[in-house]
């Protein structure tokens, strides 16, 4: 019920939480999610309880100005965009935007390579199409804004665009609903990151 309640009261922040359709997975890695998720809230009991009101640049190099935004661009197929591409150099380092917790890294035909991490106020941020996951990047890891997570790719149905991060944020669970992770718009929250 608190993770619905957070999609209620960030939703208007952000314009209307967006749902994307998802196709279900084989039986047993619909499995890994669904432990993986009935371990969300009580990994979030071990992070801030208010979501950040500020997101550093992921990609280096990049700044804010230059992301175009593509929250909701149509994708064909009834599917629309439910985040934001950052545009870089393949091998360019992705790193978080938040401090937290490693909650996932995987793989996925859509996402390709990907990392999610878990942030206050038990927010995920998905960074997908990575080129390679950073060395020594588990699940459970603490990150703070900076930890190097993976490298800029073209994986997944990223495979004949310019590589770039699909960056994304969500608030809420609804295992019932048409999606389970309806999404937010992280480009209002985006800050540059001060020069290295």
């Not at 993770?3 to 952000?14: E, M, N």
Request: aromatic share 8%; with cysteine; hydrophobic share 40%.
């Amino acid at each position: 019920m608190r993770l619905a309640c957070l999609v209620v009261l960030f939703g208007s922040a952000f314009g209307a939480p967006l749902c994307q359709p998802e196709p279900r997975d084989p039986p047993a890695v619909e499995a890994a999610w669904d432990a993986s998720i009935r371990a969300l809230p009580s990994l979030a009991r071990t992070l801030p309880g208010t979501p950040d009101r500020v997101l550093r640049m992921p990609v280096d190099g990049v700044r804010v100005r230059e992301v175009r935004d593509t929250w909701g661009a149509d994708r064909g197929d009834g599917l629309v965009h439910a985040g934001q591409d950052i545009f870089a150099r393949r091998g360019t380092p992705v790193r978080s935007a938040t401090d937290g917790l490693v909650w996932r890294v995987g793989s996925s035909e859509r996402g390709g390579r990907w990392v999610y991490v878990l942030g206050a106020g038990g927010r995920r941020y998905y960074y997908a199409h990575l080129e390679r996951v950073a060395p020594g990047l588990k699940e459970g890891a603490r990150v703070q804004v900076g930890t190097l997570l993976g490298f800029v790719g073209q994986t997944g149905n990223a495979e004949t665009t310019p590589p770039h991060l699909h960056f994304a944020m969500f608030d809420g669970y609804d295992p019932q609903g048409p999606c389970r992770f309806p999404a937010l718009n992280p480009l209002p929250l985006l800050r540059d990151r001060a020069p290295d």
